[in-house]
């Protein structure tokens, strides 16, 4: 899962190694010149996210929370390193530079939520821009880009971004961003990043290229290699990985457009506090060994749901149809999958028959959760818009985390079969129905 030593992302990782200063000690807006680790070895990721470079006064090993408000000032026109914590912070400042460190970029900006972060991205837009994104997305962006639809004058085309001549074809001169997501959110189909950033650039220069990253995080994919312009995710999943906190982070390359975010964090206030800065921080140092147990389990959890006659979608399956275009982006499969029954009540009865998969929202923590996308995390997608899309009303999401993964077969198990969405033979058990075969009828919306 590593990125090799000599391969393009690590080619890509020393560069930006090389803009970055490591001191962490440096108020905003724009990136610090270079700093004497300039030119040293990139470490394999696993290494990355653990070593951290920052001059503490004391040494300390572990970045202390800077709980301080505001910053006493030696002269009176202000002018120290920091005065104001919505400005910055020492703790976020460290955090930053070691998510920009990787991500494979020059600067990245945490704010309170991984929307936080697409409200920062998306006030770059301005009216008549044109925005190119999914039709099948996480419900908080829909629900972000229909306001900006109805109340700012931006126009939001949802295309199939699975197939990059959509995208193509819709792109035109007023197209200010085009929006990925991949896997997307929850139907777990594959964007190609590279061949869609390729089109846009050439057909619409000004456009930025946006990829929502918290499927994979900076573990098994960088957006930024691929040619993306900004790359953001919800630090809330598999970067914290523990659900203690709600962040964002977003990384770019380009100094101007980082310093334009960085004004609206500043001016906004939605900067990331010092406390959950210090838990990101601590979060992100284990993302690797999370990550390789979560999609260990989720890989054989995906075979055993397959292999009892279940529609499957993950991108670990070879049965996934854009295997091989996932994995020339990524370096894993990551740990949400989604499958479904073929009947929404039955579907419904096993997300309530499970007892060790937690019935919740979100994913990427360590514990395992069950949900259903169309009642859950994007009920704010209204069911006509998502019969249109073809969401299946029945589809259940599993986020797959670190337990013993034979408990979380077991535990599945038995809730498919209180469920009655199994029927049981002398030989094991099946799945009862073909989805798709029933449709069901969508609910009223929420
Ligand atoms: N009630 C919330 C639901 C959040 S869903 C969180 C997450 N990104 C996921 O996909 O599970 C809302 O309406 O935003």
Not at 21 to 30: I, K, M, R, V
Not at 143 to 166: K, M
Not at 174 to 201: F, G, Q, S
Not at 434 to 443: I, R, V, Y
Request: charged share 20%; with cysteine; glycine share 8%.
């Amino acid at each position: 899962m590593a990125t090799p030593p000599d391969g393009p992302q690590a080619q890509a990782a020393n560069k930006a190694i090389s803009k970055l200063d490591l001191d962490g000690h440096n108020l905003p807006p724009s990136p610090a010149p270079s700093s004497p680790q300039v030119g040293r070895r990139r470490y394999a990721l696993a290494t990355e996210l653990v070593y951290t470079e920052s001059k503490d006064q004391y040494g300390a090993s572990s970045m202390p929370i800077y709980q301080s408000a505001t910053f006493k000032q030696t002269s009176s026109s202000g002018g120290n390193e920091y005065d104001y914590t919505r400005s910055g912070n020492p703790t976020r400042t460290h955090l930053e530079r070691h998510l920009a460190k990787i991500m494979n970029a020059t600067r990245a900006l945490a704010v309170g939520s991984g929307m936080g972060a697409l409200d920062v991205i998306t006030r770059l837009l301005r009216p008549g821009d044109e925005v190119i994104t999914g039709d099948d997305l996480y419900g908080g962006t829909n629900r972000l880009l229909t306001y900006l639809q109805a109340n700012q004058g931006v126009v939001v085309h949802h295309v199939d971004t699975t197939d990059p001549e959509r995208v193509r074809a819709a792109l035109t001169p007023r197209t200010a961003m085009v929006l990925l997501e991949t896997p997307t959110n929850p139907l777990i189909k594959i964007v190609d990043i590279a061949t869609i950033a390729a089109a846009t650039h050439a057909a619409a220069p000004r456009a930025l290229v946006v990829v929502d990253n918290t499927m994979l995080s900076p573990m098994l994919c960088n957006p930024l290699d691929l040619g993306a312009d900004v790359s953001y995710e919800s630090g809330t999943k598999y970067l914290s990985g523990h659900h203690d906190i709600m962040a964002g982070v977003i990384a770019l390359h380009d100094a101007a457009l980082g310093d334009k975010m960085y004004f609206t964090v500043n001016a906004t206030g939605c900067g990331l506090s010092p406390g959950d800065s210090f838990l990101l921080m601590r979060g992100v140092k284990t993302l690797a060994i999370r990550m390789e147990k979560q999609q260990a389990n989720a890989q054989r959890i995906a075979e055993f749901l397959e292999g009892h006659g279940f529609r499957v979608r993950y991108p670990g399956l070879r049965s996934h149809p854009q295997y091989d275009l996932h994995w020339s982006m990524a370096r894993g499969a990551g740990a949400v999958l989604s499958f479904e029954t073929g009947d929404v009540g039955k579907s419904e009865r096993v997300v309530e028959a499970a007892r060790l998969w937690g019935i919740s929202v979100s994913f990427g923590c360590v514990n395992s959760l069950i949900s259903m996308p169309c009642r859950m995390s994007h009920a704010s997608i209204d069911a006509k818009t998502r019969q249109e899309r073809q969401m299946p009303e029945d589809i259940i999401r599993l986020c797959v985390g670190i337990e013993d993964v034979n408990d979380l077969i077991d535990d599945l198990s038995r809730a498919l079969v209180q469920a009655g969405a199994v029927t049981l033979t002398l030989d094991g058990f099946h799945a009862n129905g073909a989805p798709g075969e029933t449709p069901s009828p969508p609910p009223p919306s929420v």
